[in-house]
């Protein structure tokens, strides 16, 4: 069902749609159709990345109350909690059953002492998150979307796995997600929820659990290596499920949600509507190539992260493997990376054992103004290699930072220029150093010495390229692709491919997941070729596939205007695209149509006030073989 309507052209979002929405409002609904609204989630509390502690990479399943507790105070007494360390979260291994036939969950007291309520069979966490509160943190909570959890199904040695019959031990949300959500938030207090995807992944009947009778069938919603045998509008129904029971269980808003999907289920064109946080890759390890592999999955998503739904790629390992006390270098890599791309900033690791100089790369002021800059933008990729990288972050207030990033083992040498920032060549820049508070400027262009795997970080400040407004892609925070026009979500084949430690190499190694191929991408085509349109490049701007919608926060702004055109990697010679420009939904401008090889051709409106700019592309029918036809909003600019 879901491979055939693919192939008849219908996007994955549409089709999303369809299936959960009544036969009435298919109908209706055109997914370019204007809302004038802005649709990227707002609910819960993450205006900017979460920061916080995790069990998980720290002490895997291994938790218990005494660890938790012991990373909270040192996050506290350090001066971490005061930097913007606030959540204190809990992964795999807390709960011990499911209660029958009542189906109230249990926790492992022997591990959650304060869990222990004295009446028989009955635990609590209040407690525990009354104590965090109390220190000003909050508290987070992990399940899983199924009945089983990740641990069960694919780490059954782990320790502390749930006991009991196989109804007992059906830990996960299935089934229970409105009891267990208000168990977790409205009687125990959290404040935060990891909602991990394994049950509905791994329990098919092939499974050998499922063939030993250990756990009950579930037949895979998600199968990692084959979206057509992915059932995305189910998956999605399911995290809907769990998002609109902590709308119910939170009345005052105050809460985040992680959706654990690793990047299947092409959950980067929905998960940013949904949850809070999405992962994008599979696990990080504390293995430098694995770090590489998740980061590459986020880098070039910028404009699928905003305030309220950000681009998760796992945890931080600093502190351990190829993060720890004797790499510095990496760990200040990793850190930096992760602050400058609007990662979580969550600590993976046990603070008993940090050094001074771990708690003081964790307490950078400067890298977390950077990571918390209220604008909410993530870096877009200047230049990408697989040596060197640079990356730039508008700020809240109208400046940048700059990372430039040598990803290999020698020495590299790389020329930063005002181009890559935006900003005039012929007008001084300043740099300041976010390592050590050095200043340094330059005109034109400069150029550093970066040691392997090192990571320099600068914020700038210099005359802006375009003084009268902002370019779209240098806002991406300000910019929702909610309707992208990927019709058939492919793997991105840019992603550096690390070998999975806990595989090795049997097999035939991974699959980067779906729908990093394709996308709506700042200053580049959704293949991330240089923008360009009829042999002309086009270095500022947005690029999209057709067949898409763009909403863009006014800010104010009085005037839209681009060059718009069909971008020359298109394949597609033959269709006609419109471009649209919406101001509150209401039409403000229509272009003719343009094919490929035609020149691009400028679009502008006035915006009267509007909150919210659409930006519409549609494209004449199908192309042959349902071909994605990119197209370019060159130098898209909102101006004062
Ligand atoms: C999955 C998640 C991890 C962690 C484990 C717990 O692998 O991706 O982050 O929560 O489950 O078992």
């Not at 298919?26 to 990345?49: E, H, M, V, Y």
């Not at 938790?63 to 996050?75: L, Y």
């Amino acid at each position: 069902m879901i491979g055939r309507t693919l192939r008849n052209g219908l996007s994955a979002a549409v089709l999303a749609a369809m299936m959960v929405a009544p036969a009435s409002a298919q109908t209706r609904r055109d997914p370019l159709a204007p809302t004038g609204r802005w649709s990227a989630n707002t609910a819960g509390r993450a205006a900017t990345p979460p920061m916080g502690w995790n069990s998980w990479n720290a002490f895997y399943s291994d938790v218990d109350e005494e660890k938790v507790m012991a990373s909270a105070k040192i996050i506290a007494d350090s001066g971490l909690q005061a930097a913007g360390y606030r959540s204190i979260n809990i992964d795999d291994g807390w709960w011990l059953r499911r209660r029958q036939p009542d189906g109230r969950m249990v926790i492992r007291a022997d591990k959650f002492p304060s869990a222990r309520t004295g009446r028989d069979g009955e635990t609590t966490f209040r407690p525990l998150t009354d104590r965090l509160h109390s220190m000003g943190f909050r508290a987070g909570i992990y399940s899983d979307i199924g009945r089983n959890s990740c641990g069960q199904i694919y780490t059954p040695n782990f320790a502390n796995q749930p006991e009991g019959t196989i109804a007992e031990r059906e830990v996960g949300l299935y089934g229970h997600v409105d009891q267990d959500i208000r168990l977790y938030f409205a009687e125990w207090g959290f404040d935060a929820i990891k909602v991990d995807g394994c049950g509905v992944r791994g329990l098919g009947a092939d499974s050998d659990h499922v063939k030993k009778g250990d756990y009950r069938q579930f037949d895979p919603l998600i199968d990692m290596n084959a979206i057509g045998r992915t059932d995305i509008a189910r998956v999605r129904g399911l995290y809907q499920e769990v998002a609109d029971a902590l709308k119910r269980h939170n009345p005052d808003g105050d809460y985040m949600y992680s959706v654990c999907l690793w990047g299947s289920s092409n959950v980067r064109a929905w998960a940013k509507d949904v949850g809070n946080i999405s992962r994008t890759s599979d696990d990080i390890t504390s293995n430098w190539a694995r770090m590489l592999t998740n980061f590459d999955t986020t880098l070039t998503r910028a404009l699928y992260a905003h305030p309220g739904s950000w681009n998760d790629p796992d945890m931080l390992f600093v502190g351990q493997g190829d993060f720890d006390k004797d790499h510095m270098t990496e760990a200040r890599s990793h850190f930096a990376l992760w602050a400058i791309t609007n990662a979580p900033l969550l600590i993976g690791y046990d603070l008993r054992k940090a050094t001074r100089e771990q708690l003081a790369l964790f307490g950078n002021k400067g890298l977390i103004a950077l990571n918390q800059d209220a604008g909410g933008h993530q870096a877009v990729p200047a230049y990408l290699s697989d040596d060197v990288q640079v990356l730039v972050k508008t700020l809240a207030n109208g400046e940048k930072a700059v990372a430039l990033f040598n990803r290999g083992l020698a020495p590299m040498k790389a020329v930063l220029t005002a181009e890559h920032l935006k900003m005039r060549a012929d007008r001084p820049v300043a740099l300041i150093d976010l390592w050590g508070g050095k200043a340094r400027s330059f005109t034109g262009e400069t150029s550093f010495e970066i040691a392997p795997r090192e990571t320099l970080v600068f914020t700038a400040k210099g005359t802006r390229s375009l003084e009268a407004g902002m370019y779209l892609s240098e806002v991406p925070g300000d910019v929702n692709p909610a309707e992208d026009g990927v019709v058939v979500p492919k793997a991105d084949p840019t992603i550096h491919h690390s070998v999975i430690p806990w595989v090795g190499t049997k097999g035939r190694g991974e699959h980067p997941q779906y729908a990093g191929w394709g996308g709506a991408q700042a200053d580049r085509s959704p293949f991330l070729t240089p923008l360009r349109v009829a042999g002309t490049r086009i270095d500022t701007g947005l690029g999209v596939l057709a067949n898409s919608r763009l909403e863009v926060q006014g800010r104010g702004a009085s005037r839209f205007a681009a060059t718009v055109g069909v971008d020359d990697a298109a394949s597609d010679r033959t269709r006609a695209v419109v471009f649209e420009v919406y101001g509150d939904g209401r039409l403000l401008k229509r272009s003719a149509p343009v094919r490929a090889g035609q020149a691009a051709v400028p679009i502008e409106a006035e915006l009267g006030g509007a909150r919210i700019v659409e930006l519409v592309a549609r494209a004449a029918g199908r192309g042959p073989a349902g071909e994605a036809l990119p197209v370019v909003w060159g130098e898209a600019r909102l101006l004062r």
